[in-house]
């Protein structure tokens, strides 16, 4: 829920009380993507505060927070590319002849690594997607491909920029996934 300040604060330029919040918090030497003075207590310190939790999880708040403009090329191909099996999963490279020795899941360690597992079947990814679901008050996905997960804002009741968001979302977090996965292999 402190989040969707995030989002507000990003999208409501002329509202008043981001006015107030940009007058009192706003540091011309500071880089972060939402203004906060560390020094002041109250609400929009816990606000702010939400990132730290959500990056223990694997979930990069301001990168997320571009979804307004559109999924950037990057998000996109890691989803668009996982579809048809075309990540370099350890499966896909052993399939490719590549000798990359075990080819379990990094995630989870207990069945092959292949686009389906490690982004609806892992048990690690499933318990990302049900905070997700419960964060965007929509019900627990239930997901047999990746494309059933793609296809989750399909379903979904709501206006089209709502649909728009949880695309966005999802499509972030298989991004988000694969990134753990892949530096999890890196150390």
Known sequence: MLSKWWWRFKTDKDALWRRVIWAVHH?????????????????????VGIREHLNQVGINLPDSIWCLVGIGSKVGVVSWRAIPERLPTRAALAARNIDNGDTRCPLCGEYEDTSDHLFVSCHFTQSIWLVIA????IPPMVAFSLKDVLDTHVTVYGSK???????????????SVWRMRNKLLAS
């Open 161 to 175: 920029k709502k649909k728009k968001v949880i695309s966005a979302i999802i499509q972030v977090v298989i991004w």
């Open 27 to 47: 540091n011309n030497r500071s880089w972060t993507p939402i203004p906060a003075k560390v020094s002041l207590a109250g609400p929009w310190k816990q606000i």
């Open 134 to 137: 419960q964060w965007c008050r």
